[in-house]
């Protein structure tokens, strides 16, 4: 369905837990992480019933997301369901990678169509300060692994000034290495994102222009959501960028969130006003559950507006893994 700016909304992210075996320094607090009660966590029941009614409205695409979602029991057999919605052309999963080659068979297995693995460094002393985990090796494997099936890999990296900025050409040679879409993503002033220095597109497009010489602008689409990709001298893959603080993207946004705790939000940067979950707790029917999506989709704010002061008691505050990035 469209919103009240004629934008046609048709893709929804999922954010299955809160939880995460990870604690990336500008996602997680690294001491006194305050989860949700089991309690207040969407049940895969309510997740489906949600992905039903939404597909009645005209969205045909899911992301699973987190919190880490592999870290979430039953994420595989949840997907698998998904899979089956009539109207749901896609299910995809967003992944730190940790547990992504022990689960790669049943994902495969339950029809996943597209996996994106969150990796900003290829050094596993700067992925242990990054992260706060020594999971490296256990994510190229699951890597190696996943580019082998058959399922579309992409690779998303968060150019950061001082962390690595010197390995952003060898985070694109992934690209050249395998046939897989490496994207680097602008760190946004949300939570812990604040306390960090991302690097402007351009500044990365120069890096790479100068190890890997022309880029091209990539023509036609090639996922979900806004990224803009570019063509390398014989890369497999493609390279992308999603800029959403420097090259706003807002008027094409076709997205909504779901959180851990159920809180419908049409917008990632401005707190959502509904819980679904407590509405379906309290019985309310289909065609209600419809409406209130319906209802929120209409209402989408036109800009996420990162930097508007003036806005800034409406604005989000939970950290990212808490909203499913
Ligand atoms: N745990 C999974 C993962 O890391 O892929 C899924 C959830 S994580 C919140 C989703 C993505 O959000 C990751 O790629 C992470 O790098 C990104 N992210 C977290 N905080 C961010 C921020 N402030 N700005 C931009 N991206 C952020
Ligand atoms: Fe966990 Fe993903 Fe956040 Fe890292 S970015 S702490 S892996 S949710």
Known sequence: MRDQYQREIDYVRISV?????????????????????????????????????????????VKITGGEPLVRRGVCDLIREIRRIPGIES??????????GEYLPALEDAGLTGINVSLDTLNTVKFRRITGTDGFSEVWKGICKAVKTSIPVKINCIPMREWNEDELAD???????????VRFIEMMPMGKGRDYTGIPQEEVKDILRKRFGKMAAAKGRFGNGPAVYYE??????KVGFISAVSHEFCGACNRIRL???????????????????????????????????KE???????????????????KEKRRMAGIGG
């Open 91 to 100: 299910v995809t999963l967003t992944t730190n990678g940790m547990l992504l």
């Open 232 to 237: 390398l001298s014989d890369f497999q893959g």
């Open 296 to 314: 929120a989709i209409y209402w989408k704010p036109r800009r996420h507006g990162f930097g508007d002061e003036a806005e800034e008691e409406i």
């Open 171 to 181: 985070m694109a040679f992934l690209a050249k290495q395998f046939p897989v879409m």
């Open 17 to 61: 837990t809160d939880r995460c075996n990870f604690r990336c320094r500008y996602c997680m607090p690294r001491e006194g992480v305050k989860f949700a009660d089991r309690s207040e966590i969407m049940t895969c029941e309510e997740i489906l019933r949600f992905c039903r009614a939404v597909s009645g409205i005209g969205i045909h695409k």
């Open 259 to 293: 959180t851990a705790d159920g809180i419908l939000k049409p917008c990632l940067n401005y707190a959502g006003r509904v819980n679904l979950r407590q509405e379906m707790r309290s019985g309310i029917t289909d065609q209600e559950l419809r409406y209130l999506v």
